[in-house]
């Protein structure tokens, strides 16, 4: 009961791929259709044989009648048939049956061909719709989303779950829909040829059917122990590898080979189980199988010799046929069950996950509205959802159009959550900000997005070449523009030094880079974004102080037109800035000029100034 019931279960799941299945109807459509031809041709050819054997069985004992008996046949076999016992030569007669037996061998292929043509293709087109649909729905997901979620678990979902799914909607459609029409054909002809043999033949089927059942929620179980423990295994692995460097210098080899051998004996008990299980089922189900052949022979040889329920030679051959080909539909029941239930469970993750709605998205009435213009943070509170930090308290700050800002503060003070907000990776509890005087909920994110370059903290570069790294801030920018941006970034000559220049790769498979150089070519990217704002966070620590100076110079002049807010730990460094704003704990204590701040007996940034001034020379010893 229990077990119908998590069938029952499954099919729930996978009604989220009805709407692919309507997309998809008339592939889908010509599948069924062509796999019921496929096996409605191939249930023809034991009929052809039946009349064969029984035809010589005739001719040998004399008893060959122009009137062939056509009881029991399909409509194009009798038709055929009436033909050829005009024929009086036998051999003539066996050889024209025989080649339509082949050509019908050869119909049937060819409609599996176009079986797998339309059914395994529209499980493609699903699996590359839902593939899309998921990464979509990635993308859509907020700063929050991808902080509750794993990078492995994400790419399980798009790889493992999907292609899970898709030996559903593929392998498992398809073996469905033929058992269906292989049991119905059969079994249709079956009883037209005789009732009472179909009935010996087909009593082993419910033990089988039985036997399937059990031996295969055991195989399902242990499967899934296998994934689990292989998952496990490859975790294991892929950590030694990224961590080599700190096992090695800790000397834990032994400790992690230890914890590896652990996980890889566990992952080899369970294959064996499963090994151990499948030995039973495939033999059982060939035995019983033999069993209906067997029975077959016997009640049919007994009804044939006392000349009972018109049974002749012609139909035990034809029952075995039938027999034969009823045994790879039924022994890939178990299978199919499988494929369905994992299909279900991975279904199930995916419903979990695209039913999530991004907390941040356009609100309804949101528009294109112009967001180049002032900035203001009006008693701005935030605390972080998932530590309950709060990073931003009541916080006030109003950025004029043009302005030039710096922003400082010890770590961890909240400058880098600050740039955040005003980016909506997260939506604040209390207060307002607001652009060109409305509040940013009212922009469409794309909008909002759009105004603001940002060079984030911590720097990601894909895996491309230097030049589409840099592009990646706008896709139509020229080789000239993104060279132009280089240079301002101070980068421009040490990517002419690489190899292969502008056409490096970077990321994991290409050269490494120095945390400076990363650092200097998203800001390259930052610059190439044609936006009014461009915030800097702290995206110059790796640079040694002389270059920062440099690179400092060069922007003052590309950002002359621009708002900027350059978020920096070193004070030294911001001396033509308009305004500096101090942040601690989430607040502003101080802003003003470097000299007005200065003049602040026991302030925060005089604090900072004078601790920087004495550790210069370390900082400068400490960059890159
Ligand atoms: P800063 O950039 O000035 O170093 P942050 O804005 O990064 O400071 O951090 C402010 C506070 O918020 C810190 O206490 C930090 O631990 C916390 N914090 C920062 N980022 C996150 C995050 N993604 N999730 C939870 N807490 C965070
Ligand atoms: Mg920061």
Known sequence: MQKSFSYFAAMKHLKALRKYFWKYRVRLGAGILFVMLSNYFSVL??????????YVDQSIAGTVSAEHPTKGYDYFVKKLITILSQNTNVVQVIIIASLIILFLALLRGFFMFLMRQTIIVMSRHIEYDQKNEIFNHYQKQDALFFKRHTTGDLMNRIAEDVSRVRIYTGPAIMYIVNLISVIALSVFFMLQSSVELTIYVLLPLPILAVIIYFVNSNIHKKSEQIQASLSDLTTHA???????????????????????????EKYRKNAIALARVETIYFPSIMLLIGLSILLTIMIGGLYYINNQH???????????VYVNMLTFPVSAIGLTASMIQRASASQKRLNEFLNISPAISDAENSGDFNADGDIEFRNVSFTYPDTGIQAIRQLNLLIKKGEKLVITGRTGSGKSTLAQLLLRMYDIDEGEILINEKNIKDYQLSTLRNQIGYIPQDIFLFSDTVEENIRFGSYHASKEEVYEKAEIAGVH?????????????????????SGGQKQRISIARALIKPAG??????????????????????????LEEKTAIIITHRVFSLLSADRIVVMDEGKIPEQGTHAELMNIQNGLYLKLYNRQQKGVQDDEDEAD
């Open 310 to 320: 018109g049974v002749t030679l012609g139909t035990i051959v034809e029952f075995i």
């Open 238 to 264: 892929q950590e030694s590898y990224s961590g080599i460097r700190v096992i090695k210098s800790f000397v834990q080899e032994s400790a992690m080979l230890k914890f590896f051998t652990g996980s890889s």
């Open 533 to 558: 704002l461009i915030i800097f966070d702290d995206c110059l620590s790796a640079v040694d102080a002389k270059t920062e100076r440099e690179i400092m110079a060069r922007l003052n002049k590309y």
């Open 493 to 513: 000559n040490e990517i002419l030094k690489f190899a292969e220049g502008y056409k490096t790769l970077v990321g994991e498979r290409g050269v490494t880079l």
């Open 45 to 54: 050819s034991p009929q052809l044989m039946k009349f064969i054997i029984n």
